[in-house]
């Protein structure tokens, strides 16, 4: 059953988050960052009233059209559910099928937190390096390559910490559903808006096998090909099932 605490959890949760992101340049940004996360490390999936699965069909020809998909009933690899936004940060919940992926992509300028609600995820986390001297690999020749350090590639879980990332550091991402599927909560601070520079970008990771039987060690600097939204990656819409929230 839901806790007796779980509508002013997630309201705690969405007012801490307009606390941190409404000065992220302030001198308590640390603590108020420290207590977010804190907020959100508490949070459960029957807080927000999930059950574990994974997206639903497309229901209409419009909603699919708004998701990008012009099918109706198709299932997308992943759905979001929309919270709540504010100039200042955006919060939902992000659904992906046993399998899917969350293709490599950047959070330009911003702050994000992402707490595993179901499943397990593989999350592969770097950060952008200036530009280098040397040439880039010959597959670059396909268009604009970027120095990387790929810092991490970590499994997370309901009982793991919240995944951060910063202006900086862990800015880039990728997302995988491991052995079925999987939920989690997402803040982005500020959110996503192409008028103010905060687009979208997805990236291909350039290395071939490991020649070794171990996989490289990390961190390791990698160069990353600036893609096209892949095609068989879509984002489908579903609404929020959990207790209501104001920022």
Not at 51 to 64: E, F, L, N, Y
Not at 216 to 224: G, I, K, Q, T, Y
Request: hydrophobic share 40%.
């Amino acid at each position: 059953m839901p806790r007796d605490n779980m509508a002013s959890l997630i309201q705690r949760v969405a007012r801490q988050a307009r606390i941190t992101f409404r000065s992220p340049a302030g001198p308590a940004f640390g603590e108020n960052l420290h207590r977010l996360q804190q907020l959100l490390d508490e949070v459960r999936a029957e807080d927000l009233h999930l059950a574990p699965r994974g997206p639903a069909p497309v229901a209409a020809a419009a909603a699919a059209a708004a998701a990008g998909c012009p099918r109706a009933g198709a299932v997308p690899p992943v759905s979001y559910m929309h919270i709540c936004e504010t100039e200042s940060f955006s919060m939902g919940v992000f659904l992906l099928r046993s399998g899917a992926c969350i293709p490599l992509h950047d959070h330009p300028g911003m702050n994000g937190m992402l707490k595993v609600l179901y499943g397990t995820l593989r999350i592969a986390c770097m950060d952008t390096l200036p530009a280098a001297a040397a040439p880039p690999p010959p597959a670059a020749a396909a268009g604009a390559c970027h120095r990387a350090l790929l810092r991490s590639r970590q499994h997370y879980t309901p009982a793991s910490p919240p995944c951060l990332l910063s202006p900086h550091t862990d800015n880039l991402h990728q997302i995988d559903a491991v052995d079925g599927p999987a939920a989690f909560l997402d803040i982005l601070a500020p959110p996503y808006d192409p008028e103010h520079g905060r687009d979208c970008h997805y990236y291909r990771l350039l290395e071939g096998p490991p020649a070794a039987a171990e996989a490289p060690a990390l961190p390791r600097e990698v160069w990353l090909l600036e893609t096209p939204q892949a095609a068989d990656f879509w984002c489908g819409g579903e609404p929020y099932p959990g207790p209501r929230v104001c920022p």
